[in-house]
């Protein structure tokens, strides 16, 4: 008989039915050789192709319905709405792929034509264009059991870029994960696909995740979630024969610079923005502002003061899962507990047994800058305000803090002058800077970074989230005078595809 995992619906405790089926290491190596058989196939198929894939994906996830709507609520606890609007971006994200897939711009197709007169030697003939990687194992998060999960950002950017993906699907939503596979399963049959095109690993531990991340038929790995399991897996993947590429979005304070013009005119206005985007899904974004740097003064304490007010109301929220939740209280503890840290403002007590009690403290820059722990992430609806003498201790802080995803500004014009003199900072610590807003509700787009230095990710040359996020499955190769028959359509001559190219120097469409 099949061993079977039942989520925990973290609005009661109980496990759900029905059970989903366990993986075991037969599987991971069935669906590794599967996968390496269909790599060459999947790769080599026309852009139209693999751009109609993508969309039968998008199609098939639409048509699963009521059932994975459901499904995903109760194993997260997340509201109909949020589940609905996550299904709507999950599938404008597969189809924004079929988009760059079409385009054949990610390809990057080069071509140096041979030049046999040059002097004093001739020139070979070189064309470049990239391929896939391989095989990626892909690591759904918790906190966006569609988005960035079975069909989620990685795994549409992996096919995308032509590689046969492996999912190891969270372990706090296997019912949604199943019902994701299925619909991908349904499109590799529709679009007359190798089946191994996609495979999923379904665990309650971490063994067949270390597995598959160690098999060498695996080529990259994408994952999103703590930065423990993202270190443990960047390790095992770097201590293999053959190392690896892991593509892990791990760990972000987010910080909110408040600058003393802004806080002066509207101090009060940001403090309920931030208080909303504070408490947004419970608090359970890795773009979550968990930092607050601002300025003392009158306007910092209209901050504060429309902070708490939005905070003290807010009603309690279920977290995703019972551990998530521990963690966030232990989290929270830890700050309530700390001598140099007063508390703010606390939510509504918890009524459910995985209800999270959002929370706002305060510390000042000594003491901040003396305990390097104030920076560690509290995953949660939880922030600490930081209170600086003036902007131009802002750089302190910045030159003390680790890598970010977001940076959030708020200013007026006579700020101006000093984020100037900040902006290069802040480039260097950030994947992304933002103005008058916050880092909560990622853009699906060509422009967007969802990415930046260490711990905010395991390499800040990529993001995880927009059409950039291809670039981590692709390789280039260069051949040099390979015969017009032989080379790929994208680089033949007349440009048989119709895509940009780059010829001697210039972007062409011949
Ligand atoms: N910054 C962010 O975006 C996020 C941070 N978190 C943080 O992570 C904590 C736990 O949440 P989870 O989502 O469960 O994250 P997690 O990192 O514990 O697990 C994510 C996935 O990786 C796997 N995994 C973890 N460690 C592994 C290892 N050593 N070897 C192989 N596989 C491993 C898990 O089984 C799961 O499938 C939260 O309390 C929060 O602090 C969670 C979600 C997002
Ligand atoms: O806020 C978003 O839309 C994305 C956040 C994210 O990537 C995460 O929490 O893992």
């Not at 693999?50 to 995903?72: D, N, Q």
């Not at 773009?287 to 300025?295: A, I, M, Q, R």
């Amino acid at each position: 008989m099949t061993d079977l995992i039942h989520a925990t619906d973290p609005k009661t405790g109980k496990p759900i039915d029905p059970g989903i089926a366990l993986s075991d290491e037969a599987d991971i190596d069935r669906l590794c050789a599967e996968a390496t058989a269909a790599f060459r196939i999947y790769r080599n198929t026309s852009l139209e192709t693999r751009a109609a894939f993508l969309e039968a994906v998008a199609a098939e996830i639409m048509e699963s319905g009521e059932a994975l709507i459901e499904r995903v609520m109760v194993e997260t606890g997340l509201p109909r709405t949020r589940v609905e609007g996550e299904r709507a971006r999950t599938c404008g994200q597969l189809r924004l792929f079929a988009r760059v897939v079409r385009d054949g711009d990610f390809l990057d197709a080069r071509i140096d034509p041979a030049r046999p007169d040059r002097q004093p030697l001739p020139r070979v003939d070189l064309r470049l264009r990239n391929i896939g990687t391989g095989p990626v194992a892909v690591f759904g998060a918790s906190n966006f059991p569609l988005a960035f999960s079975v069909a989620g950002g990685d795994t549409a950017s992996a096919l995308a870029a032509g590689c046969p993906v492996i999912v190891k699907a969270h372990p706090a939503h296997p019912g949604t994960s199943e019902i994701v596979a299925t619909a991908i399963r349904a499109a590799i049959t529709r679009c007359d696909l190798p089946a191994g095109v996609f495979g999923m690993v379904v665990e309650t531990g971490i063994e067949l995740g270390a597995a598959l991340v160690t098999d060498p038929r695996i080529k990259a790995v994408a994952f999103t979630g703590s930065r423990q399991g993202g270190l443990a897996l960047m390790q095992a993947a770097a201590g293999r024969p053959e190392p690896i590429p892991v593509y892990a979005e791990m760990s972000s304070i987010n910080p909110v610079l408040l600058f003393p013009a802004a806080l002066a005119s509207r101090g009060s206005a940001i403090g309920q923005a931030f208080a909303t985007s504070l408490q947004i899904g419970a608090g359970q974004f890795c773009t979550n502002p968990g930092l607050v740097l601002g300025t003392d003064g009158p306007g910092l304490d209209a901050f504060i003061a429309g902070a708490t007010a939005s905070i003290e109301g807010a009603m309690p929220q279920t977290m995703l899962t019972p551990g998530i939740h521990a963690a966030y209280d232990r989290g929270v503890s830890r700050l309530a507990s700390h001598a140099g840290v007063r508390t703010l403002a606390r939510g509504d007590a918890p009524s459910g047994p995985h209800d999270a009690q959002a929370a706002l403290f305060e510390t000042d820059l000594a003491g901040f800058l003396e305990d390097g722990h104030l920076q560690d992430e509290v995953f949660g609806p939880s922030s600490l305000l930081v209170r600086v003498p003036d902007a131009g201790a802002f750089s302190d802080v910045l030159a003390h803090l680790e890598g970010q995803l977001t940076i959030a500004l708020h200013m007026d014009e006579p700020d101006h002058p000093v984020v100037t003199t900040l902006l290069p900072v802040l480039e260097e610590k950030a994947g992304r800077i933002l103005v008058n807003g916050f880092g909560t509700g990622v853009e699906v787009a060509d422009a967007m970074v969802h990415g930046g230095p260490f711990p905010a990710t395991s390499d800040s040359r990529t993001t995880s989230v927009g059409t950039l996020a291809i670039r981590r499955f692709l390789r280039p190769v260069c051949y040099q005078d390979l015969p017009q028959a032989l080379l790929a359509r994208a680089l033949r001559d007349g440009n048989p595809l119709g895509i940009n190219r780059m010829i001697d120097g210039k972007i062409a469409k011949h």
